[in-house]
């Protein structure tokens, strides 16, 4: 294999193995982070500290727990949240009840949760789910039932052009775009592979993303392989993306997975020839300490949302819940900072209704004309329904990078997403101020 510069002199390449997915499997908790905590202390819902007591409003989440990849951070964080707003006042003294169901990343399994889900009429909505294959399946049972999901984290296509369904992730697809343009902006690269897995609708549709990334931009995308979760052979892969001699790889698994691939990198003394990056699933609080001082200095992610560390108000306040009313061992992730805003999204939308008269219908209308939510945990306003059923509203992101010691750092702030198929929602905010609040 070819010597390609080493980090830090001016680079061709990029790096890209793809698909985004789950937050890490190991201890999340908030030591890293112990000095930071929101003013006046956490704050949900009503925050008037009362507990609620009244009839409960029902609220359903589908997720990938087992089969292979845990995806739970994002659900549990709802829960917490929930916890906290159920504390506060809940919905102006209702309750939500709040169950999230495990798809074992079956698609049978997936389909018979959302017809459980949709034929039960107390369920006014679902929220903060994240599942790998769920969504192309849920679609038609949720139209007919008049059912919508304010998704915690999107994974495959479908989840992005569905009517009834919208994540407040950027998805695998952007987060990949993402990484790369931060590798062409660093490094200048002019290469780079790619990777992710083979379920329908994700692997495929990254991949046409990185192609489509690629063409326009002038470089090469060397390689892009589709494997089956979870790894079980790391060095095969990483030996074929090796012989492609890419600038770069950027990782799109899960958080175990992409550490597995970096150990077989390290392995073969890539982590100083080639540049790496990964989708944000690797950015967690714990994932330095998975890899090993090896990549201190060396490794790039993806983050769809806020910095971690952000000392931003409604940041500091996920992470008051999450230590208030989660557990010590939830990832600190970003997917789980989407399971948060997911579910603040609901609350506020729930909190403008009459509690009396809150059933699906009312709560379906309230969804579909969410606007201009604005957090800073987004880099712009969110909303739920696009152009045409096209839901992304997240599609400015961020990046980072481990700095010598070890510490994720911020290697560029909110920029756009050089995504072709972008064109449309482009167009729809700039035709319509309101999806942003403007």
Not at 73 to 95: E, H, L, M, W
Not at 338 to 344: K, S, T
């Amino acid at each position: 294999m070819r010597a390609l510069p080493l980090r830090g002199a001016a680079m061709t390449g990029v790096l890209a193995l793809v698909l985004a997915a789950c937050g890490s499997a190991k201890s999340g908790a908030d030591s890293d982070l112990a000095s930071l905590s929101p003013a006046g202390g956490v704050k949900c819902g009503l925050a008037n500290g009362k507990k609620a007591t009244g009839t409960t409003i029902k609220v359903g989440a589908i997720v990938t727990m087992s089969g292979g990849i845990d995806f739970s951070t994002s659900p549990k964080t709802a829960q917490a949240y929930f916890d906290c707003v159920n504390a506060n006042g809940g919905i102006n003294g209702r309750p939500i009840q709040y169950t999230m169901e495990d798809d074992a990343l079956d698609p049978q399994k997936a389909s018979a949760l959302a017809s459980k889900f949709a034929a039960d009429p107390n369920i006014v909505a679902m929220a903060g789910g994240a599942s790998f294959i769920a969504c192309a399946g849920n679609q038609p049972i949720f139209e007919k039932a008049n059912l919508y999901d304010i998704l915690g984290v999107g994974v495959p296509k479908p989840c992005f052009y569905s009517k009834n369904m919208s994540a407040l992730n950027a998805g695998p697809r952007l987060s990949l775009i993402s990484a790369a343009q931060m590798q062409v902006k660093d490094f200048g690269i002019k290469s780079f592979a790619s990777g992710g897995y083979t379920i329908p609708g994700l692997g495929d549709w990254v991949r046409d993303g990185a192609e489509q990334y690629a063409q326009s931009s002038g470089i090469t995308l060397s390689y892009f392989g589709l494997v089956p979760p979870p790894i079980t052979d790391a060095t095969s892969v990483v030996t074929q993306l090796a012989e492609k001699k890419p600038d770069a790889m950027i990782l799109g698994f899960t958080a175990p997975d992409n550490a597995t691939y970096l150990k077989a990198a390290e392995q073969q003394g890539l982590a100083d020839k080639v540049h790496f990056s990964s989708l944000t699933p690797s950015y967690d609080t714990t994932f330095p300490s998975q890899i090993g001082p090896t990549w201190n200095g060396k490794f790039y992610s993806n983050s769809e949302f806020a910095l971690l560390n952000s000392t931003g108000a409604d940041n500091l306040n996920w992470r008051e819940v999450l230590k208030k009313y989660g557990s010590t061992d939830q990832p600190r992730d970003s997917f789980s900072q989407g399971g948060y805003l997911a579910a603040r999204v609901l609350v506020e939308a729930l909190l403008k209704l009459d509690p009396a008269t809150i059933n699906r219908a009312t709560v379906s209308t309230a969804i579909q004309g969410i606007k201009g939510f604005k957090s800073d945990m987004l880099c712009t306003p969110w909303y739920f329904s696009g152009p045409g059923g096209h839901n992304n509203a997240n599609h400015q992101l961020r990046n980072v990078k481990l700095d010598a010691s070890g510490t994720y750092v911020s290697a560029a702030g909110c920029f756009e997403t050089d995504d072709p198929a972008l064109s449309d929602i482009l167009a729809a905010e700039k035709s319509d101020p309101s999806l942003l609040g403007n």
